[in-house]
């Protein structure tokens, strides 16, 4: 029986994936705010088309 010893060529792409999910897991929450913020924006158009157009007389 021979052993496969992995080389560190092979390794590179597990290590980015788990460092991508490490950095999307801990940069959660600034991510969560701003999908908060333009979902809170869809949902309420009229504050939108204040902002816009101002006061109408």
């Known amino acids: 029986m021979t052993g496969v010893r992995p080389s560190l060529l092979g390794l590179l792409p597990a290590l980015g994936l788990l460092s991508l999910t490490l950095a999307m897991t801990v940069g959660a929450e ?3 705010r701003m999908v908060q ?10 504050l939108y088309i204040h902002a ?6």
């Open 52 to 57: 816009v157009l101002g006061a109408r007389p």
């Open 37 to 46: 913020a333009t979902a809170d924006q869809l949902l309420q158009p009229y």
């Open 30 to 32: 600034p991510v969560y």
